[in-house]
């Protein structure tokens, strides 16, 4: 099985801060990674699809990037709704997703 | 506009059994894959299985095979989640999500793009 691994666990930044959360897989995935945001109490909302695709309605502050087994989540200028857990899902075993554990972005 | 709404979820006890529902509108039912992802309280996402467009066809993470069924009715754009033997490590949301695919460069690209709103399930 792929395991993905996030860094940062919890993350504390300001508005207005750049942001970059780092997803590593155990294995190459190519460029068959999702980004996902979930607030408090929340459903997950899709950010980010083939590691670059920015899923349609998502702010362009948000980008993604990698390929094999690095990726980044880049927040450019943090908004307060921002303010989130944010996950990494491969989907290189599709069906058979796989999520990452979660980066939490707080409020510094 | 696209929606889930997933129903069924309550209290019940360790062995017994429930059904959870996800009723879909807003987009062709029958065309896409169906996912149930759940998430233990304070943990992350746990993808649980899928079941293809035809319904013939599921797939189950190792943690419920055996004791978990999802089968679907394209005629009134629904998917449920048969789940037995619960144990008290079911515990969680259940969310049911859609399979969506985009193609670039000549490559297929899946992931889930529309989530319901989740129901609770708890074992105790």
């Known amino acids: 099985d792929i395991q993905l691994t996030q860094s940062p666990s919890f993350l504390s930044a300001s508005v207005g801060d750049r942001v970059t959360i780092t997803c590593r897989a155990s294995q190459g995935i190519n460029s068959y990674l999702a980004w996902y945001q979930q607030k408090p109490g929340k459903t997950p909302k899709l950010l980010i699809y083939?590691?670059?695709t920015l899923q349609s309605g998502v702010p362009s502050r948000f980008s993604g990037s990698g390929s094999g087994t690095e990726f980044t989540l880049t927040i450019s200028g943090l908004q307060p709704e921002d303010f989130a857990t944010y996950y990494c899902q491969q989907a290189n075993n599709y069906p058979r997703f796989t999520f990452g554990p979660g980066t939490k972005v707080d409020v510094k | 506009q696209v929606q889930l709404v997933e129903s069924g979820g309550g209290v019940v006890q360790p062995g017994r059994s429930l059904r959870l529902s996800c009723a879909a509108s807003g987009f062709i039912f029958r065309n896409n894959g169906m996912f149930w992802v759940r998430q233990a309280p304070g943990k992350g996402l746990e993808w649980v299985g899928v079941?293809?467009?035809?319904?013939?066809?599921?797939d189950y993470a190792d943690s419920v095979k055996g004791r978990f069924t999802i089968s679907r009715d394209n005629s009134n754009n629904m998917v449920y989640l048969q789940m037995n033997s619960l144990r008290e490590e079911d515990t969680a949301v259940y969310y049911c999500?859609?399979?969506?695919?985009?193609?670039?460069?000549?490559?297929?690209?899946?992931?889930?793009?529309?989530w319901g709103n989740g129901t609770t399930v708890t074992v105790s």
């Open positions: 083939a590691a670059s």
């Open positions: 079941i293809w467009y035809h319904g013939s066809d599921s």
């Open positions: 999500a859609k399979d969506s695919a985009t193609t670039i460069s000549g490559v297929r690209y899946y992931y889930m793009d529309v």
